[in-house]
């Protein structure tokens, strides 16, 4: 029988997730569909178990907004999820409701496989202090990089998100620190990570000009176009990479985590890469 998977989120017709799980299932032999939910906003619950109990369905992903209530509503948190707050993968058994954040795996398989960059060792700059760096944070740390500098708009939600990942003790937290973009003349990066959604709106963070080390990587989790920042990277030197490969390395961990195989990614990535050029 065919198992029943979906992403979940308002809005959600933009989702790359269904074509990137009929790929892995392509590829995998695995017999699964997969399908987009739109949750009202004060509807997310009822949704989910509206899924699971009258339509069979065996997991979902999740997307904006639901991030955190999913988070909320999983009996268990499994892994990476614990920490982050933020849950991007439901699945269900019998009753119970188990929660995962794959997002952060996604990043650091995007980097070290795919792109070829490791990180143990590296100065590493997040930008951004929203639900995206809360799920990379506990993933960046356990690869050991030099220091993990978290930098944000708003000051003062980079702060309390250092002072969420500190109180952990199972990676070195040594290494994170929460500056003000003001704060980072003079500084440099090997890597510096674009989670904030400044790029939706061809804005970028006040990075300063020096920021990145010859060779360094500019790495922008907004997919699908070239940002302000990654323009701004290239020319100063840098070499720059979007988040379709994050995109897709976080489902193939959600696939993984639902059917046991793990799926190869190269198809789907090189799929969406054509689709996006039409
Ligand atoms: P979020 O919780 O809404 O946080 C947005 C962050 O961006 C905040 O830190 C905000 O700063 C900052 N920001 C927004 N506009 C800015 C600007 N003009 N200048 C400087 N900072 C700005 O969003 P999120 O869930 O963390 O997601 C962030 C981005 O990552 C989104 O674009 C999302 O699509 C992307 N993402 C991609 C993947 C992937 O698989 N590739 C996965 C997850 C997320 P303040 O705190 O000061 O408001």
């Not at 892994?79 to 650091?108: E, K, P, W």
């Not at 995206?132 to 944000?152: H, T």
């Not at 995109?247 to 961990?253: C, D, G, I, M, S």
Request: net charge positive; glycine share 10%; no cysteine.
């Amino acid at each position: 029988m065919t198992d029943s998977y979906a992403v979940i989120g308002n809005p959600v017709e933009h989702s790359l997730s269904p074509e990137i799980h009929a790929e892995f299932a392509r590829v995998t032999g695995q017999d699964i569909s997969y399908g987009r939910i739109l949750a009202p906003r004060d509807g997310f619950r009822d949704s989910v178990l509206r899924f699971r109990d009258e339509a069979g369905g065996k997991g979902l992903n999740v997307t904006l907004p639901f991030k955190h209530e999913a988070w909320r509503l999983a009996g268990t948190r499994s892994g990476f999820a614990l920490a982050a707050g933020a849950v991007n993968t439901l699945v269900f058994q019998g009753d119970a409701i188990i929660g995962h954040n794959t997002d952060g795996i996604g990043l650091v398989r995007d980097l070290t496989r795919n792109l070829r960059v490791p990180l143990r060792g590296k100065r590493i700059l997040l930008m951004g202090a929203g639900g995206a760096s809360y799920g990379v944070v506990e993933p960046l740390l356990r690869e050991q990089p030099e220091s993990l500098v978290v930098a944000n708009r708003t000051l003062e939600k980079a702060i309390a998100l250092v002072g969420h990942f500190e109180k952990l003790q199972s990676y070195a937290a040594q290494g994170i620190a929460a500056r003000p973009y003001g704060a980072l003349a003079g500084v440099q990066f090997d890597i510096v990570i674009n989670a904030t959604s400044a790029g939706l709106e061809n804005a970028m963070p006040p990075l300063p000009d020096g920021a990145f080390a010859p060779g360094a990587l500019a790495y922008d989790m907004v997919y699908a176009k070239r940002t302000p920042f990654l323009k701004f990277a290239q020319e100063r030197g840098a070499r720059a990479s979007d988040g379709l490969g994050m995109l897709v390395e976080q489902a193939a961990e959600s696939f993984f985590i639902w059917r046991g195989v793990y799926p190869e990614t190269r198809s789907a990535m090189a799929l969406l890469r054509r689709r996006m050029k039409q």
